[in-house]
């Protein structure tokens, strides 16, 4: 490798890390946003919590990378334009594709390196994320006592402390509602003091009352029995002590999980999708089987008492009035049968098909992901190297725009195939498609030394149209 193509690799390197991890942080702090209600208040640890940060940025990094090499193909080249490097490089006689020829090899390997990541990292990734999260979800809150309040959280109790004297967990003025042996408020503990801790690798709460009186109901609401109802039983010291299982973090198995689209790689994506459209195609075949049934015709000549009415000559024209209002009202309900049949059908149908371009969309996902670094690529270094601008303000902006398109035209993509407006693989695909031309047109400006982005350049083309115009 030549001294020039490795000082580019270097000037290429730093910029890609910097960026991608900016690029990440962001993604990452959305996803967390997105679910942060439902992570406080749990109680998880620092152990949980970063187990979750780390599955849930190996989901993030197909995305990041497309961004990240646009940016810091643009600060790159940017730069080297800038400090005039690519002048210098030029005037030796070195032509800008060569230029480009080491980053762009360095991209096609981070290419095929994110598909091989994305095809059989993510979907484990995501497999782990999503089970962790959805045991996360499942979690009680931990315990939050307030003054004065009730807290209801723990099974068959109510507790309301009026005062916290420290944090070591004493306490002062207690009441508890115990509803742990069934019955309405048939149990009512009254306490001057206590202290509250866990035991047992805080698998147990244990609270500890002093100086108090338990009422109890006896009769649990039945008043017949007036004598003995309540009886007051004064105390001490007593000791109330409960389990705290259902405030632990329980791991449901993973294989519960495995099913879904996002936990699949490309082999186990087609089976499924392959299973889908059979069975959609034998649905489709099957339904004029199925829809036979509600074709009945009257045969009145084969039947002639089945309306309760003798069909000879004679009756058939006295009676041929009720016989046509039987036959068009039962004709008016087997066709509002077929219609609702033939609507839930159809409705199924498309169900099936819909769930099966989705399938087929994960699977292109996988290619378009991973081509778009390398059409973001062919934007960046050559938009870079005619700006000639590096740093993070013009690129930033640049890139949050082509990246808005790329993104933009994904989703419309991928919508209208899954909707089956335009075949699924033209749709993931359109956007690629779509900026690669831009990129080979930038590419090819700024081989000639285009000011494409100069005033002066709008200025002279401007000039120009309204000479051909007159």
């Not at 001294?3 to 991890?21: H, N, V």
């Not at 962001?26 to 187990?51: C, M, P, S, W």
């Not at 309306?307 to 041929?320: C, M, N, P």
């Not at 035209?409 to 831009?438: F, Q, T, Y």
Request: aromatic letters at 12%.
């Amino acid at each position: 490798m030549k001294k020039l193509d490795k000082l580019i690799i270097r000037s290429f390197i730093g910029p890609f890390l910097l960026t991608f991890a900016i690029v990440e942080f962001i993604l990452l702090t959305h996803i967390v946003l997105k679910y942060l209600d439902e992570l406080v208040g749990k109680g998880l640890g620092v152990q949980v919590f970063a187990e979750l940060l780390f599955y849930l940025s190996l989901n993030t990094v197909p995305v990041a990378l497309p961004l990240a090499v646009l940016l810091s193909s643009l600060m790159t080249f940017g730069t080297l334009g800038e400090h005039h490097e690519l002048t210098a490089i030029k005037t030796s006689g070195i032509a800008l594709p060569r230029v480009l020829m080491p980053v762009f090899l360095l991209v096609i390997t981070i290419t095929l390196g994110a598909f091989y990541f994305n095809n059989n990292i993510v979907p484990k990734a995501n497999l782990k994320a999503y089970s962790l999260l959805w045991d996360i979800r499942q979690k009680k809150p931990t315990m939050n006592f307030k003054e004065g309040a009730f807290y209801n959280g723990l099974p068959g109790l109510s507790i309301k402390i009026n005062k916290k004297v420290n944090e070591e967990g004493a306490l002062k003025d207690i009441m508890i509602y115990d509803h742990s042996k069934g019955g309405s408020n048939t149990r009512v503990i009254l306490a001057d003091s206590g202290r509250m801790y866990t035991a047992f690798n805080d698998t147990y709460l244990v609270m500890e009352l002093f100086d108090g009186n338990t009422y109890v109901d006896q009769a649990d609401g039945n008043f017949n029995n007036s004598n003995e109802q309540f009886v007051r039983q004064e105390f001490e010291e007593s000791k109330i002590v409960t389990s705290l299982s259902s405030f632990g973090l329980e791991r449901t198995k993973e294989e519960y999980f495995s099913d879904h689209k996002m936990m699949k790689n490309i082999k186990e994506l087609e089976k499924v999708t392959d299973s889908l459209r059979t069975y959609n195609a034998n649905e489709q075949k099957q339904y004029a089987t199925n829809v036979d049934p509600f074709y009945m015709y009257f045969k009145a000549a084969s039947d002639s008492t089945k309306y309760g009415v003798k069909l000879t000559e004679a009756s058939l024209e006295r009676d041929l009035d009720s016989i046509n209002a039987v036959v068009i009202t039962s004709a008016t309900n087997k066709a509002r049968n077929i219609k609702t049949f033939t609507s839930s059908y159809v409705e199924r149908v498309n169900g099936i098909k819909r769930e099966s371009n989705n399938y087929e969309i994960e699977i292109w996902r996988k290619y378009t992901q991973s081509v778009a670094i390398l059409i973001m690529f062919l934007i960046g270094a050559p938009l870079g190297a005619i700006i000639k601008k590096g740093g993070l303000g013009v690129p930033v902006i640049i890139s949050i725009i082509f990246f808005i398109l790329l993104y933009v035209m994904g989703i419309l993509g991928e919508k209208w195939g899954r909707e089956s407006l335009v075949p699924i693989g033209a749709g993931m695909w359109a956007a690629n498609l779509i900026l690669l031309p831009i990129g080979l047109f930038f590419l090819y400006q700024a081989r000639n030394d285009s000011s494409l982005l100069e005033v002066d350049f709008w200025r002279k083309f401007m000039t120009r149209l309204r000479r051909n115009k007159i």
